[in-house]
Each structure stands twice: as C-alpha cells, then as structure tokens.
C-alpha cells in the first residue's frame, strides 16, 4: 500500500488551462502539506493543512487552492496556469508539524 | 522563515566524511533531515527537538545547538548511495509549517 499517493504523476497542458492533482493519503495522518520544488530544486511550501484546517498559506497566488473533502485528502486546484507554473508538485502529510513527513512520489506539472 | 543550508555542493570520494550545516535567525522547536535523490521524493533521516541532543542513523548523524538555532549533519565514511540532495526542514512552533533550506547536492565518487 502506498503511504501518500498523487495523481497524476505527469501533466502537461496549455497555458491559460485549469488542472486539479489530488493527494491521499492511509496513515492516518492530521497533517499534509503542498510543496514546489522548482528547476533549482527549491522546496517551497505552499499549503499546511491539519485536521482539514488551512494553517499557513505561503505568499501564493491565489490561483492556487487547496481543497481538503476529509482528513485523507488534499487537493491541489490551479486556474490559469502560467509558464512559471512548471514544477514538481509534492504532497506530504505527517502526523503533527514536528514529526516524520512522508512524501508522494511527485507530480511533474509542465505548461506550454 | 528559511533555514540557511551550507555548504551548496559537497563533493566526495569514497570513504570520505562531510558535514552540512543549517541554521536559523528564529528560535526552533525541531530539525529536521531528508535526502532526495534524482527523481524522486524526499526521504526522512531524522528529526532532533529542541533540548540539543543528537542523533544517529547508521553512518549518518546529527546535532542541534539550540542556543544558536544551528543544526549539523554529519556523514562518515561516504559510500555511492550517499549522493543526493539533502534538505535541512525546521519547524518554529509546535503545530507550524515544516519549512525547508535550499538544499545541499552530495556527490560521492568511487
């Protein structure tokens, strides 16, 4: 069984477009996150969620929305995406902030 | 706020030691370490809590000064698998965002 499971692992759309990545996660976890890792292999936080309550929104733009339907998932909703939108998107979840975070296996998001 | 990571490349032979530093301008509840290699997740190594213990995992150790908000990890007698990125994440507070450094690219040689 996959600990922390996204989908789709490859997306490559137009600019302008809408696009969702859906993250699971079976551990039971209170916590998951959004990261973004960039070209120079930054990973930047983009949402926190724990027990499906936003605790931290990083400075981005608001394009970007998390959408959490129960403790298991967290979505990831971008409108009109941009060319500096391409990225690898991370999910994580953990069971509190200041413990073991488990990773997805990345989506790899690419606009043209 | 992000942790500072240094050195940004370490590169190594085989059965050579390195260090990584981290450090933060704010106080720390916990550090934390992973290591990401080409093409896939990060993987944990690692958490210290504040109190400034330190901690082992195989070759692999680390430490945590609490009064200077700087965290250390050690790596011993490298071997091939010890290439990739290792990423320094700190958490402020009990119940904030892991955030995490820039990141350090290990290569090792044989």
């Known amino acids: 069984d996959t600990a922390v499971s996204q989908t789709p692992k490859y997306l490559v759309t137009q600019m302008g477009n809408d696009k969702s990545i859906k993250c699971e996660q079976n551990l039971g976890h209170d916590t998951m996150y959004w990261y973004k890792q960039d070209s120079k292999k930054f990973l930047k936080i983009m949402f926190s969620?724990?027990?499906?309550?936003?605790?931290i929104n990083e400075t981005v733009p608001n394009r970007f929305s998390p959408k959490s339907p129960d403790k298991a998932h967290l979505n990831l909703h971008i409108n009109s995406l941009e060319l500096g939108d391409s990225a690898v998107y991370f999910c994580?979840?953990?069971?509190?902030?200041?413990?073991?975070?488990?990773f997805g296996q990345g989506t790899r998001l690419t606009v043209v | 706020q992000q942790p500072v990571q240094s050195p940004q490349a370490v590169i190594l032979r085989e059965g050579e030691d390195a260090v990584i530093n981290c450090s933060s301008s704010k106080a720390l509840y916990s550090v934390h370490w992973y290591r990401q290699k080409h093409g896939e997740a990060p993987v944990f190594l690692m958490i210290l809590l504040k109190g400034g213990e330190q901690k082992g995992h195989e070759k692999i150790s680390a430490s945590f000064n609490e009064k200077k908000q700087q965290s250390s990890l050690y790596l011993t007698a490298s071997q091939l698998s010890y290439s990739g990125t290792y990423f320094c994440?700190?958490?402020?507070?009990?119940?904030?965002?892991?955030?995490f450094g820039k990141g350090t690219t290990l290569s090792v040689s044989s």
């Open positions: 969620y724990n027990n499906k309550e936003l605790i």
């Open positions: 994580a979840s953990s069971q509190r902030s200041a413990a073991e975070a488990f």
């Open positions: 994440g700190t958490v402020r507070q009990a119940g904030t965002a892991l955030i």
